[in-house]
């Protein structure tokens, strides 16, 4: 066998390889994107009807996050949307461990939303009702 023929055997194993890789990180990526969607469903659907009733919020950069109780636990669970409304990142506190779920790096894949202005009109009902002292 010449040198050519091994190089060019060489060459067409690196590509089938490369190709092997983009596959499998394709494919992973998408694995991760749709557990993190389930799991922002499923902390929306824990919140269910009380998502007007929200206990506290936070604002970290770029985000609104509502914040809700469950049974004893006062900051269970969480959902955050961005300015254009799509909720991108959930928590849920209610076990031993905090579970985090974020499309936060690809926004447009959010499956949920919640009205900016909506969230903005809870987070200054939390805010007056401090100031009241409730």
Sequence with gaps: MSARTRALGLA???VVVAVVVVIVGRAERNSERQKNLDGIAAVRTLVGSRIDRPIDY???PGLSCLIYRSGA???ALELCSDPGGR????????GSLPR???ITSEPDRATLTMPPQKVQRL???IIRRA???H
């Excluded at 909720?87 to 209610?94: G, W």
């Design 73 to 75: 636990r006062a900051f």
């Design 12 to 14: 067409a194993a690196v």
């Design 87 to 94: 909720v991108v990142e959930a928590v849920d506190r209610r």
């Design 123 to 125: 987070i200054k009902g």
């Design 100 to 102: 985090f779920y974020s």
């Design 131 to 133: 100031q009241k002292g």
């Design 58 to 60: 936070r604002t970290p």
